[in-house]
């Protein structure tokens, strides 16, 4: 539950009595008899609304207004005016009130201009409690309500107290892996080193030794002829972080196996020894037992970056983290699209909690981004979202992959009755395509006439 503080600001005295009674129930309230002593109460909690009245002793209405928004441009406010004087009102409007309400109050009236304003304000309100459950200095933000997630942060926290132990994150694409890298880091002991990353599969093959231990001058044509130091190097006293380690060159493999285990190495063209102290955490989303059955990948050297092994799950097993992710990619979208999103419809969020995830979280803010720059709002709605089939389960489980074939239940299939219903499904559409010639419709399939006849019939009568 939000709760929302709401300030008010009044010289008559029911005034100050009868609305933070009539509100308490709902909100936090403070009433004051003056701008300036409500403006000091600011400094060190700030309310989420002020309905400030215009005709003040001392500082009045609308300078105190022009303060507020100045110094708490967030602060929503809602003038009080004593009888309708419509050019201050347009004036306050200008210097960005929210709204305006004239004595005698009403209270139910007033309490739907209060609900209508902070509706501007919940999603940002939302968004900062998600956003404050794993806020760390220096660490970017990262979302999660489900359980899953939350046992993986909680394991993550364990793990990363050690400064020196290798770890190894593995997961689908797009399911965070690099933010949980950092935030291993942030939260090591060792995170006074820098942080350093490595993108084995974006490096060519040839580079990636010299990028990782570094050489020395000559060691090469087109190398620099003071050497350059490695990311090994660079990261001392920090985390060195291996991106798709899974595509690793064997050769890379080794060296990085002796390093790992003795904390040692030579610059390439180099004869001295280096000795570095660095946690080295690396992830992939490759199935590393496959490429390891493939010998494509050392087993020791899996062995030894996964001392503590940690599996992010896919967003389709978090389904709970779908929404307040959501949330907080369109508060932030909107924000830099300089978009007014109060949250998202219903439909929306049927669409996008029955959707099948293949890119994860990033294939979700992708969606977001796109939904917010040609959407309208204030409610992001289904048809700003590109999903192509949204009627729940039913469309949810048509949804293709790749390939364009629906997902492996988790029940299994009968592939023969697949294969069948496969078959018969394009001999009729050649079928049709070729108006009825059954040579073209045979040259469609790329099989010969005569097999083609043959197997159209033998489905016609079954
Ligand atoms: N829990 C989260 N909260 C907020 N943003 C997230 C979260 N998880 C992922 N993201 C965002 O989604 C995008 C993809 O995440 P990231 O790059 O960490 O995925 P990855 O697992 O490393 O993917 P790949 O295997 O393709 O490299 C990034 O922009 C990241 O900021
Ligand atoms: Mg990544």
């Not at 694409?173 to 935030?183: D, F, P, Q, R, V």
């Not at 190097?233 to 060195?240: H, I, M, R, V």
């Not at 009825?436 to 010969?448: F, H, M, P, R, W």
Request: with cysteine; charged share 25%; proline share 4%.
């Amino acid at each position: 539950m939000i709760s929302y503080s709401i300030y008010i600001v009044d010289d008559e005295q029911t005034i100050r009595e009868g609305i933070p009674m009539a509100l308490e129930a709902e909100y936090k309230t403070a009433a004051f008899s003056t701008a300036e002593d409500a403006i000091d109460a600011m400094q060190n909690n700030p309310p989420d609304l002020v309905l400030l009245d215009i005709g003040l002793p001392g500082m009045d209405g609308v300078e105190a207004l022009g303060k507020i928004k100045d110094s708490y441009p967030d602060v929503l406010v809602i003038m009080i005016t004593a009888f309708e004087d419509i050019e201050t009102v347009i004036s306050t409007m200008k210097l960005g009130a929210y709204d305006y309400v004239v004595k005698p109050i009403h209270m139910d009236g007033l309490k739907v201009t209060i609900q209508n304003a902070l509706q501007t304000i919940k999603l940002r309100k939302e968004v900062q409690t998600l956003q404050a459950k794993y806020l760390q200095e220096n660490l970017p933000c990262f979302i999660g309500e489900s359980h899953a997630i939350h046992d993986v942060m909680e394991f993550m926290e364990m793990v990363a107290q050690s400064p020196d132990t290798p770890i190894l994150i593995l997961g689908e694409t797009g399911t965070g892996k690099e933010l949980i890298a950092s935030a291993i880091h942030y939260r090591s002991p060792n995170f006074k080193g820098p942080l350093t990353t490595m993108n084995c599969a974006a490096i060519p093959k040839d580079l990636i030794e010299s990028e990782l231990f570094g050489y020395e001058k000559g060691a090469f044509s087109g190398a620099r002829a003071s050497g350059k130091k490695g990311l090994i190097e660079e990261s001392k006293n920090g985390t060195l972080f291996l991106d798709e380690v899974g595509d690793l060159s064997l050769e890379a493999q080794a060296k990085l196996l002796r390093f790992l285990e003795s904390g040692e190495f030579y610059r390439v063209g180099g004869t001295k020894k280096f000795h570095v102290q660095t946690r080295v955490v690396s992830a992939t989303n490759k199935d590393v037992e496959n490429i390891i059955d493939k010998d494509l990948f050392r087993k020791d050297l899996y062995f030894r970056l996964g001392v503590i092994k940690m599996r992010v799950p896919s967003l389709n097993e978090r389904r709970d983290d779908i929404v307040p992710l959501t949330k907080h990619f369109l508060y932030e979208f909107s924000r830099k699209f300089k978009k007014k999103f109060t949250g998202l419809s219903s439909q929306a969020e049927k669409g996008l909690m029955t959707h099948h995830w293949v890119g994860n979280v990033r294939e979700l803010k992708n969606l977001i981004e796109r939904g917010v720059l040609i959407g309208k709002g204030p409610e992001l709605s289904l048809r700003d979202l590109d999903i192509q089939s949204f009627n729940a389960q039913e469309d949810s489980k048509k949804i293709a992959n790749e390939q364009g074939f629906p997902p492996l239940p988790p029940t299994g299939i009968d592939l023969q009755a697949v294969e069948k219903s496969l078959e018969k499904f394009y001999i009729e559409e050649a079928f049709k395509m070729a108006q009825g010639n059954e040579s073209k419709a045979a040259q469609l399939l790329n099989i010969n006439h005569h097999t083609y006849r043959y197997r159209r019939k033998k489905l016609l009568k079954e």
